[in-house]
Each structure stands twice: as structure tokens, then as C-alpha cells.
């Protein structure tokens, strides 16, 4: 596996995997990896010739008062996992390497970005498209994927794709959690062991949530109290919407999702309910 800083660099392999005909399959991530990046990893693998990964922490989608300084980074051990787990090349660029320049052009999402994470980091999901924009046009990658631990974001990508006809397919990723339910993060290392033990109660509380709403019920609520009474996190939001047009009118599928702030993380989680009964 090679990794590649430069956009240079990235471009001549990419020419040459086109040039001899093969399909790229990109999965971008912020690093620290775990086993749910690698098995977005895994994913690529079978769909495509070349697997790139992107390693990059994108200042453009982290607000002023969030963890961009202090995310957690080791790239050494990156290039172990994601050499295991079958990645062709690594993309690692330096923030000045991504963008050069002030960018000239900004590209603003919709309506999706209203509710959920939108709602509460404002700026963040114009951040994120900002990259992946940046990175669909380099890789001229046939696939990427993306996890649905981050549903919005996965909803949001799929509506820059469509509008704007780029040339890709974009594939959902089951969310990877641990043997406790507790969703796989780069972020959980930042929980204490306290934190740590009250964290499996989020799917918990999403399961629970999602017996509600396939009882035809509101489920809010009763999420909201179970968490109040076994996390002591703050919650940030919990909400029900479709997905993934992240309206109020839900039709056949609903994101239950939540966010909760502990002392150093802000976790996500969610479940995609099938209301059809799928
Ligand atoms: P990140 O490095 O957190 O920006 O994530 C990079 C990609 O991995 C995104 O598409 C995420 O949705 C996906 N991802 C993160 N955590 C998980 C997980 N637990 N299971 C599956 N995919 C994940």
C-alpha cells in the first residue's frame, strides 16, 4: 500500500488505474481508524478494482468552538489497518495541500441540513460537501462510501450527487458497533470509563425508541427520560424524521437519531426504521 500527500501524486495513480481500464472505489474518512471504516473498506473491495482511502482532517467542517485542534490522529497505525484491510492507496494531504487558497466559490446546503447535526453545527455540513466535492473530482472514483453512523451526512452526499450529476455512485455502510451496542467512533477514545459504561445506553435508547415508533407512538419522550435517567452526558438533540429527506412526512423509512454531549466527545447515533415493515 502507498500512501500519497500531494495532489500530484494522487492524480498520476488515478490516471494510470483509469488508464488501464480499472475502477476506484474511495472511502474518505478523518482517520483514527476502527473496524467501521474498515469495513467500508471491505465493501469497496468487492465492488471495484482500486481501493483509495482519504485521511484528511477538514477544518471546513468543524465550527470555532469544536475538537478540530484535538481530534484524534495517528497515521502510522492508520497505514496498518488500512493496509489489512485490502486499501490500494492512502490520500493524506496537508490542509495547505487541500486548499491552496481561500476558496472563491461555496457551495451551501439545503433544507436536509435544517434538523439534526445541521441544526446544531451550523456551517458543518457546507464544510463536508466542500471535501467530498473536492475529493470525488481527484479520485474520479466510480464508488464512495460512506456509513450510515452518519445518516445526514450520508443523506446530504446523496443529494449533491443527484442534483449535480457527479459521476459516481454513492453506497451506504452498515454502522459497526461494539460488542455492547456503543457505535464505533475515533471519538469514543475522548469518553472517561464512567462515560464509557453509560454510552451503550444511546443504541439503547434508539431501540427502544424504535419498538415505540413501530407501535405507532412517539417515542421521544420516553427516550428523552431513559437517557436522562442513564447518561450523564447532555442531550443534544433526539429527533424522528424521514429519511433521507429529512422532512416531517414520513413514509416508508424514519431516522431516530441523537446526539449527546459528554465531557471531551459529542456522540451520534440513529436507526433507520423500516415502516413497511421491512
Ligand atoms: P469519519 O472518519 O468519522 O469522518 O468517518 C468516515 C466514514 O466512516 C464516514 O462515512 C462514516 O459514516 C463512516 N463511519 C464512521 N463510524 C462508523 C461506524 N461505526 N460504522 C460504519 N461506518 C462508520
Not at 500531494?6 to 482517520?31: A, D, F
Not at 476558496?103 to 433544507?111: C, E, F, K, L
Not at 446544531?120 to 474520479?140: A, N, Q, Y
Request: hydrophobic share 40%.
Amino acid at each position: 500500500m502507498q500512501t500519497v500527500q500531494t495532489v500530484e501524486e494522487l492524480k498520476s495513480w488515478v490516471r494510470e488505474v483509469k488508464n488501464s481500464g480499472q475502477t476506484i472505489g474511495l472511502v474518505p474518512t478523518m482517520g483514527f481508524l476502527h473496524e467501521g471504516h474498515l469495513s467500508l473498506v471491505e465493501k469497496a473491495k468487492l465492488e471495484n478494482d482500486k481501493v483509495l482511502m482519504s485521511i484528511f482532517v477538514n477544518p471546513a467542517q468543524f465550527g470555532p468552538n469544536e475538537d478540530f485542534d484535538r481530534y484524534p490522529r495517528d497515521m502510522e497505525r492508520d497505514q496498518q489497518l488500512a493496509a489489512s484491510a485490502g486499501t490500494d492507496v492512502i490520500f493524506a494531504p496537508s490542509v495547505a495541500e487541500m486548499y491552496p487558497r481561500e476558496s472563491q466559490i461555496s457551495i451551501s446546503v439545503g433544507a436536509q441540513a435544517n434538523v439534526l447535526c445541521g441544526a446544531k453545527r451550523p456551517g458543518h455540513f457546507d464544510g463536508v460537501l466542500k471535501v467530498v466535492t473536492k475529493l470525488f473530482h481527484l479520485s474520479e472514483a466510480d464508488r464512495a462510501y460512506f456509513g450510515k453512523k452518519d445518516a445526514q451526512q450520508l443523506a446530504i452526499i446523496e443529494s449533491l450527487v443527484e442534483d449535480y450529476n457527479f459521476p459516481l455512485v454513492i453506497r451506504r455502510g452498515e454502522t459497526v458497533r461494539e460488542a455492547d451496542g456503543l457505535a464505533k467512533s475515533s471519538r469514543n477514545v475522548y469518553l472517561s470509563e464512567a462515560e464509557r459504561r453509560e454510552a451503550p445506553h444511546l443504541h439503547r435508547a434508539l431501540q427502544l425508541g424504535k419498538n415505540l415508533v413501530l407501535e405507532g407512538k412517539n417515542p421521544l419522550p420516553e427516550m428523552d427520560a431513559y437517557l436522562n435517567k442513564h447518561v450523564s452526558g447532555k442531550i443534544d438533540y433526539i429527533e424522528l424524521h424521514d429519511y433521507p429527506t429529512l422532512t416531517k412526512e414520513i413514509e416508508e423509512e424514519a431516522i431516530l437519531a441523537l446526539a449527546v454531549q459528554f465531557e471531551k466527545a459529542r456522540l451520534i447515533d440513529n436507526v433507520i426504521i423500516n415502516l413497511k415493515g421491512n
